[in-house]
């Protein structure tokens, strides 16, 4: 399965057939929490102390 995900990415022609998940990077958002304590950003909220990690869905519309 290796093999062949590295042709089909290799092979811009075939590039279409690979899928890319876009998920939040919790290990970053948790590494800079100071950043999220100066920019809140809506659905994403850090406890401190905890092993709890929140992404809500936000009703805003992206322009």
Known sequence: ADAVMA???A???LARF???K??????????????FAA????G???VQG???????PHNQEVA
């Open 11 to 13: 092979n811009p022609a």
């Open 50 to 56: 905890k092993e709890f990690f929140v992404i809500e």
């Open 44 to 46: 994403i909220k850090i």
């Open 22 to 35: 876009k998920e939040v990077n919790k290990d970053a958002v948790l590494n800079e929490p100071e950043f």
């Open 39 to 42: 920019n809140p950003v809506p």
């Open 7 to 9: 042709l089909l990415e």
């Open 18 to 20: 690979v899928r890319t």
